[in-house]
């Protein structure tokens, strides 16, 4: 069923321009990156092409013609970028299609995984100094390193994330709040009602239609 006040309005189109060569070779970087910390290739493309989109939010259709993949993909990717809380779908008024735009303090939630994945590793790792094989020449050594270093990492992380948060929300008490800025600075896609009053666009998760 259509939502209230779209019915009669066209999909938005895609955007007559997609990514410059420069910045296609940027995005392919981002691909490699999320890959090597084992996360699916086309996650980080399409990271990388919200980060220097303009403008910000992206439909599902237009990554897939400027990343050139296919619905599938991308609609299975941005849904993983969405739970890890690095991306965040909105919607605006009279516009049926959903629109995706990284989420604002993504960049902390990297801290984030990195400290869970600390804490995942060393557990695992104080399980295999019980097991280890106490015949194995320096077995023990190379276990107890790999200790060491993830109780580092789990231990100094968490400050890391704590002096990052301040600095942001230092830096943040000097612009406007983002959902104040967002109605000013992000113009509806064409297509979208444009004459009724556009209060806050949402960015409640959606199930994919």
Sequence with gaps: MPRQGASHRKESPLNAEGPSAQQLNVIEE?????EAHGIPRMAGRILGRLMMCDPPHQSLAQLGEHLQ???????????LLIQRSMAER???????????????????ELFRDLARHAE??????????????????GGDAR?????????FMREEVPT?????????????SATAHPSEATASHHPLPTGANTDAPAPPISTEPKEDR
């Design 143 to 151: 276990v107890r390193e790999a200790l060491d270093f993830f109780c």
């Design 90 to 108: 909105i919607t605006f008024p009279g516009d049926r299609q959903d629109y995706v735009r990284v989420r604002s303090g993504s960049a902390g």
């Design 160 to 172: 890391l994330l704590e002096r990052w948060e301040a600095r942001d929300s230092t830096r943040h």
């Design 120 to 137: 995942l590793q060393s557990r695992l790792l104080e399980r295999a100094l019980e097991v280890v094989d106490s015949t194995s020449e």
């Design 30 to 34: 981002f691909g490699h990156i999320f």
């Design 69 to 79: 993949a296919s619905k599938g993909s991308v609609s299975t990717m941005t849904r």
